[in-house]
């Protein structure tokens, strides 16, 4: 299984390419599939590749849903040690 996940782009980099934040990490991906994309704007990621544009609304609630799960994952994890 794969998962795309949703990125804020933080820089608009030339030859359709861009730098992208996700949990403070930044990589560059490739905007050739995806156009009229700026800063600030949340786009799909899979594989160093935009896959579409995201409503900010929806990137924020599936970015804390993501965290929570992370959190939720942490603490089973934290339980099973005693």
């Given at each position: 299984?794969c998962?795309a996940?949703?990125?804020?782009?933080?820089?608009?980099?030339?030859?359709?390419?861009?730098l992208?934040d996700v949990?403070?990490m930044?990589?560059?991906?490739s905007?050739?599939?995806?156009d009229?994309?700026?800063v600030?704007?949340?786009?799909?990621?899979?594989?160093?590749y935009?896959?579409?544009?995201?409503?900010?609304e929806?990137?924020?609630?599936?970015?804390?849903?993501?965290?929570?799960?992370?959190d939720?994952?942490?603490?089973?994890?934290a339980?099973?040690?005693?």
């Amino acid at each position: 299984m794969c998962l795309a996940i949703p990125c804020r782009v933080v820089e608009l980099r030339g030859d359709e390419h861009a730098l992208i934040d996700v949990a403070g990490m930044r990589k560059e991906i490739s905007l050739a599939l995806v156009d009229g994309v700026g800063v600030g704007d949340y786009v799909i990621v899979h594989v160093g590749y935009a896959l579409t544009r995201l409503d900010p609304e929806e990137a924020e609630k599936t970015l804390a849903l993501f965290a929570e799960l992370g959190d939720a994952a942490l603490r089973d994890a934290a339980g099973g040690l005693h």
